[in-house]
């Protein structure tokens, strides 16, 4: 059982909250969940967010923290350590996020070429945006081929050299700068927004309620939608948590931080939405856009603003890599560990600096694969039915393997033998035990697995352009 600290271990409980949720907050926060809650209601949305995290992210969250410590492993040995026959959804949560890295990198580096861009109008250089047309810049950024592909690999070499630095010494030393620096840039955009003209409908598209969306059988679109955001926006089923609670201390408490980590993840989702929406309904335009809502209509905001905005556009960007920059070494953790691991099974001394490394490669190859693609528009052959592939990579890892993986886990620990007791006794070593035992092993049993269902089909439906919902 103590595995673990040969690859290290939290120093403090501040350091192990601020890297948990620094992996649970990322671009999903920053763009998707302000526009998803607009499309679907926007307080209606929060609403059954908030009770999904209750019943699901806090259930799961708890299971994999718990699963991580009593093991002292990552995500694939853990797994085996309930019995060898699960080993099959480790290996899901590994896949998971070595396909995510991928993509996830490539939008890391748009925040960041957006960052300097904005700083570059701010002191007037050649290389900001200088005043073009928001779309035809981004259309020409990302079908650009080098540029796209230098800014990945900035990403992927910024992400292995804070994960070569160790649990303590790189990713808990970072996130304690990286947290309270992004909890700071937000506090500062939410005041520019929420103090532009027009900016209260943004607030009231995003607080008031509007539950039409409930009618007929909106409810389910509504609640397939929230629960997918709530999944992916608490990175669970990637093998994260559990990876991050096989490094905690035996004193520190699983029931807390499994609140805790869903509830500042959320907070910072609905500050997001606080700071992006105001802006985007202020200046008249469209709240209903995906990807670009973050690079060409925000873009299109701080352009507006006059000399002020690339200060705003700065910060905002910037803001968004450091969520970017949080989350890739939480996925390149949970994916080193799993090789450790092995390396420590064979008796031989786990070699992290050399794991990171050639993981950072294949998600280099992988990443400027990815932005040579340049979001389908360069011509690249596509697979299962997708327009990029980034859709595919995300079709394949957020689509179907999290998801079904995190249902499987539900499923062990809610009604196998094997293991449905398999980490009480390490949560009940808690200061009071384990208090929430009865209303835990409740949701795991009856609410989770409809929900975690749900969610698959709902992510299915999107990927496929289906109308189940």
Known sequence: MEHHHKKGEWNSSFGFLMAAVGSAVGLGNLWAFPYKMGKNGGFAFLLIYLILVATVGIVICLTELSLGRKTGKGVVAAYESISKKYSFVGWFAWIS???????????????????????????GASWGVNGADSSEYFSSFFTDQVQTSI??????????????????????RFSTIAMPALFVMMVIIIIR???????????SFVFKPNFEVFRGTGWI????????????????????TVTYGSYMKKTESLQRNAFLIPIADTIVAVM???????????????????????????QTVFQAMGSIGPFFGFLLYFLVFIAAITSSIALLEAASAVIMDKQIEKGKQHNRKMVCL???????????????????????????????WLDTFDLISEGVLMPLGALITALIFGWFKTGKEFTDDEIALDQGGFRIRRYYHFCLRWIVPVILLLVLLGQISTFFGLDWF
Do not use: H, R
Request: include cysteine.
């Open 272 to 298: 997001a939405a606080c700071a992006i929406m105001p802006a985007v309904f202020a200046s008249g335009l469209n709240p209903g856009q995906g990807p670009s809502l973050l690079f060409v209509t925000l």
């Open 221 to 240: 679109s509504v609640l397939a939608s929230a629960g997918g955001q709530m999944f992916f926006s608490l990175s669970l089923g990637m093998g994260i």
């Open 97 to 123: 996020p070595m396909l995510i890295m991928g993509f996830y990198c490539m939008l890391g580096g748009y925040c960041l070429k957006y960052a300097v861009a904005n700083l570059g109008d701010l002191f």
């Open 193 to 203: 927004s929420v103090t532009m003209d027009g900016a209260s409908e943004g607030l």
């Open 358 to 388: 050639l993981i950072g490669l294949f998600v280099a190859a992988e990443g400027v694969f990815v932005s040579l693609d340049g979001l389908g528009a360069n011509g690249f052959p596509q697979i299962l039915g997708q327009g990029c």
């Open 151 to 172: 800014f990945t690999l900035i990403i992927v070499a910024l992400t292995v050299v804070i994960v070569m630095g160790g649990v303590a010494k790189g990713i808990e």
